[in-house]
């Protein structure tokens, strides 16, 4: 797995060295810049490491540049040499579960591009480009096509194929501009159908002995392929944006720039961002995004484009509200089986005569506009379309989703957890019963049970078969059962960690740890034996379940907690109304609560 991460290593090292040699050329042609300064010999007592030296290199020759602020070195430094071997640790960790979260994950570049889609149609209207919605939505697919074309092998050895229309080799002219303006958003390793091809047929061609070999055909092949795709979709907004900019008489400079601040712009970075990178996977990533958004909220058009999004989120949910069907098995509609992190997270749209809900994703940021204006029409009345659910409720809701949206070290809603690095809060979350979508991970104690289940045995049924039948294999080993916790389960509670036993916190380490290969393969597996079965769950179905949900029993299991909970309090509340004739309480409590 550590090889994956070697590349984007290899290529962050010769990236960060062009930029290097980019500033020793800003260092010759502008000597008395007040910034920096060549370096002809380390002054007495500085080193390589010093704070303020920015080492690069030349022909395989050190080479350095005097800064006059440490911040600036800062800025041109990885600050890896700096940091100990257990910041270094966390650090590798951190970058290998993200690269296998986004990069190296199947189900992340279609819902990346769609999110990014719908921010940049947002965005482009706070823009030089202003009104041009329409003609961006157009150019987005021949922008796709473009940048598959020119990074090939094929275009690269023999140019433009003939066979190529003229409106995509003008946006393949156009995509080779973007990129020597620097407008692109680099991946390495990239090739196209034929080279995977090729790799194919060596792979059935290899003896089966030669394992070795064939796993690393594999591995490389699979490695290449995901760094295409995922350099296709996160250009394709900047592409669109940069044609219309030429288009409309932009230079390519000023084109290049536009189109890079679109979305999210991940170069971006302050004087402190890399050594907190190291501990918080999206740190940077999430910064800049809400960066962007504020930007477009801040132009004269935000207050137009705020209040259209919270409109359309409130309409949305009403309109949603009349068409949805009850279930049949649970009795409560589909959009009430939704987590709130879907609703907050996702345009979601119930299915006609089916169990299913559409989803959509929603730009990050723009989303807490959105979930507001649905939570206001949640907060209607029943007989105007809404759940009469308590304002004050509402809010909390639409504030929990702000600040887990808004905080860049990610944790969830829990501002606490947000100090703990990325590699240690999946331990957290289990230990809390708890993920990001504030969702419980494994079946929580029964309040009336006073023997429960023991943790290899406590999952849902939706759990990955093998890991259910490992766990409750080894419990059985280790002198546990269905009632008696097992001496494996003991063990781990010495080190505070006894729900670790449980499938559900395996399965919820592993999709941390190993992102989306490992979502991946699951959801294949549970794909073939529902088929086996005669019947495929879409919440299996890999990219699928990324666009259609349905309620599984989790979120069934906390309708009914919920339901328990409102129903405890609505008695209690009725009782006080009446003992203390708190007629306006009584009324209040039959509103929220009554049919």
């Known amino acids: 797995v550590e090889s994956l991460v070697a590349q984007p290593r290899a290529l962050i090292r010769a990236e960060g060295n062009k930029a290097l040699l980019g500033l020793k050329r800003f260092v010759d042609a502008y000597p008395e810049n007040g910034m920096v300064e060549p370096v002809t010999e380390l002054r007495s007592g500085e080193t390589a490491e010093s704070s303020n030296i920015i080492a690069y290199k030349v022909a395989g020759q050190n080479r350095y540049i005097r800064a006059m602020s440490p911040w600036i070195a800062e800025s041109f430094s990885s600050g890896a040499a700096r940091a100990g071997q257990v910041v270094e640790f966390i650090a590798n960790t951190a970058r290998l579960m993200s690269s296998l979260v986004t990069t190296y994950n199947p189900l992340f570049p279609l819902p990346n591009f769609a999110r990014d889609s719908i921010g940049a149609l947002l965005n482009v209207g706070s823009t030089e480009l202003g009104g041009s919605r329409v003609q961006y939505a157009k150019m987005l697919l021949p922008s796709l096509r473009a940048v598959f074309v020119a990074e090939s092998p094929s275009y690269k050895r023999g140019g433009m194929p003939a066979s190529i229309s003229p409106r995509l080799a003008k946006m393949v002219k156009y995509y080779n501009e973007f990129k020597a303006n620097g407008g692109q958003m680099i991946f390495m390793g990239l090739r196209d159908a034929d080279y995977y091809a090729k790799q194919v047929q060596q792979i059935a061609s290899s003896p089966l002995e030669d394992t070795a070999k064939v796993g690393k055909i594999i591995k490389r092949t699979y490695s290449d392929m995901m760094e295409y795709i995922n350099l296709g979709f996160e250009n394709a907004n900047r592409l669109a944006t940069y044609a219309l900019a030429r288009e409309k008489g932009m230079s390519p400079q000023k084109a290049a720039n536009l189109a890079r601040n679109m979305t999210t712009n991940f170069t971006m970075r302050g004087s402190t961002s890399n050594a907190i990178s190291k501990m918080f996977m999206f740190y940077q990533a999430s910064l800049n995004g809400t960066y962007r958004v504020m930007q477009t909220l801040a132009s004269p058009q935000g207050v137009a484009i705020a209040s259209s999004i919270f409109a359309a989120g409130f309409l949305q949910r009403i309109i949603s509200r009349a068409i949805d069907d009850d279930d049949e098995v649970a009795g409560v ?81 829990q501002l606490v957890d947000s100090v703990i690095p990325s590699p240690i809060q999946p331990f957290m979350e289990i230990r809390q019963n708890v993920n990001f979508a504030n969702q419980p991970i494994y079946p929580k104690d029964n309040p009336f049970d006073t023997t429960p289940d023991p943790y290899p045995f406590r999952h849902w049924t939706t759990t990955n078969p093998t890991l259910r039948d490992t766990m409750e294999g080894i419990a059985r080993l280790t002198g546990g059962n269905e009632v008696r916790p097992s001496y494996f389960e003991k063990g781990l509670g010495l080190i505070g960690l006894e729900p670790l036993a449980s499938p559900e916190s395996v399965n919820h380490l592993l999709r941390a740890m190993f992102g989306g290969p490992y979502s991946v393969a699951t959801d294949v597996q549970k794909t073939l034996m529902g088929i086996s079965e005669g019947k495929v769950d879409t919440n299996a179905l890999p990219i699928v379940r990324r666009f259609v949900g349905r309620a599984d029993d989790r979120s069934y299991g906390m309708l009914y907690r919920d339901a328990i909970n409102a129903s405890a309090l609505a008695h209690e509340e009725m009782k006080l109304a009446a003992k203390t004739g708190n007629r306006e309480l009584a009324e209040r409590t039959r509103t929220e609560y009554g049919p």
Request: net charge neutral; proline share 9%; aromatic share 8%.
């Open 333 to 413: 509609k589909q959009l009430e089986s939704a987590p709130e992190y879907t609703l907050a997270t996702n345009i979601v749209q119930p299915l006609p005569m089916s169990e299913s809900f559409l989803k959509m994703p929603i730009p990050y940021g723009y989303n807490i506009i959105w979930y507001a204006g649905v939570k206001a029409a949640d907060a209607l009345p029943r007989e105007l379309g809404g759940r009469s659910e308590d304002i004050g409720k509402a809010a909390f809701r639409v504030a929990g989703v702000a600040i887990q949206t808004l905080n860049p070290l990610g944790g969830g809603q």
